[in-house]
């Protein structure tokens, strides 16, 4: 299994991003799959996921500004990002689980990314 993450950035309090995980070994509308971010000093925090059947569940935190959504052809998992804060800064990790995931926890997970970097400036 190989995710790797693409599309971080720089970009001002407001505006958008999109990033994208590549998958290999992975079929993304069969398995369980997700968003994680981690801020420098804190721990690492669910963003978003989408089961196995196509159900997304966000963090209330990015609720209303991002959009997980699945690229069956390009076998790629994307989290468009709107009206971004600077407390959306952090590293963005992409996940994977070959069965259902009901939760949006980081232990639910087996396999991931080594992250993308989006920093938001004020």
């Known amino acids: 299994v190989q995710l790797v993450e693409s599309g971080g950035g720089s970009v001002q309090a407001g505006g958008s991003l999109r990033l994208s995980c590549a998958a290999s070994g992975v079929t993304v509308s069969r398995w369980s799959m997700g968003w994680f971010r981690q801020a420098p000093g804190k721990e690492r925090e669910g963003v978003a996921y989408?089961?196995?059947?196509?159900?997304?569940r966000y963090a209330s935190s990015v609720q209303g500004r991002f959009t997980a959504s699945r690229d069956k052809a390009a076998n790629t998992l994307d989290l468009q990002m709107n009206s971004l804060s600077v407390e959306d800064t952090a590293i963005y990790y992409c996940?994977?689980?070959?069965?259902?995931?009901?939760?949006?926890?980081?232990?639910?997970?087996?396999?991931w990314g080594r992250g993308t970097q989006v920093t938001v400036a004020s």
């Open positions: 989408v089961t196995e059947v196509g159900t997304v």
């Open positions: 996940a994977a689980h070959d069965k259902a995931v009901c939760q949006l926890r980081a232990d639910l997970f087996n396999d």
